[in-house]
């Protein structure tokens, strides 16, 4: 059965790096059809999504953090991380990792981007940003 | 958020209960599939409907999605004591460059 861990620092500077690694297990990261990706949920609030990543290395970030986002992945050791730059207190959240499947009632050749949903996710791993 | 739900919605065990989700003419309305995820306290997420009104295996038939124009439904029939949780939709959006929407969510208390 397929397990995603993830892990880093609980505790980061603001205007410093948030880097989290997910470590897959009970499967493999190889297969293309796949997203791997990263949500994340403010103290008492809602989800939001941060981005995927192909195995191949391809990338899909939300817009309105692409500019402080790099997701990158190492299939040798089954692992992606999330690099999150110049963070501040709103930054604050758990920070989920999973995998993402598509789904589309018509079938595809090579599924789109919103063919996507999050059906296996990890525990996650509560990130503060404070001094 | 972009897609809207009721904030918190209840009942008493074995009544009907509906969450609502409602988006607009670029995201739902555009024919985007709608996914349900349940979350119970202190835990992840947990995929409930895929593609606005499938179950994934291990999922009981009490849970059901429905979609019309730019809103989208999840009921719980029969409801049970272990279904309190926080219940949020999501979707895809067009707008900008595309993403990954959620709903707002809902609390569902059983009385």
């Known amino acids: 059965q397929l397990q995603l861990q993830g892990s880093g620092p609980g505790l980061v500077k603001p205007s410093e790096t948030l880097s989290l690694t997910c470590s897959v297990s009970?499967?493999?990261?190889?297969?293309?059809?796949?997203?791997w990706g990263w949500i994340r949920q403010p103290p008492g609030k809602g989800l939001e999504w941060i981005g995927n990543i192909y195995s191949s290395g391809t990338t899909f970030y939300n817009p309105s953090l692409e500019s402080r986002v790099t997701i990158s992945v190492d299939t040798s050791k089954n692992q992606f991380s999330l690099r999150l730059r110049s963070v501040t207190a709103a930054d604050t959240a758990v920070y989920y990792c999973g995998r993402l499947t598509p789904f589309s009632r018509g079938g595809y050749k090579q599924p789109k981007n919103d063919y996507y949903y999050m059906d296996v996710w990890g525990k996650g791993t509560t990130v503060t940003v404070s001094s | 958020s972009v897609l809207t739900q009721s904030p918190s919605v209840s009942g008493a065990p074995g009544q009907r209960v509906t969450i609502s989700c409602t988006g607009s003419?670029?995201?739902?309305?555009?024919?985007?599939?709608v996914h349900w995820y349940q979350q119970l306290p202190g835990t992840a997420p947990k995929l409930l409907i895929y593609g606005d009104d499938n179950r994934p295996s291990g999922v009981p038939d009490r849970f059901s999605g429905s979609k019309s124009g730019t809103s989208a439904s999840l009921a719980i029939s029969g409801l049970q004591a272990e279904d309190e949780a926080d219940y949020y939709c999501q979707s895809y959006d067009d707008s900008l460059s595309g993403s990954y929407v959620f709903g707002t969510g809902t609390k569902v208390t059983v009385l």
């Open positions: 003419s670029s995201n739902i309305g555009a024919g985007y599939d």
């Open positions: 009970g499967g493999s990261m190889s297969d293309s059809t796949y997203y």
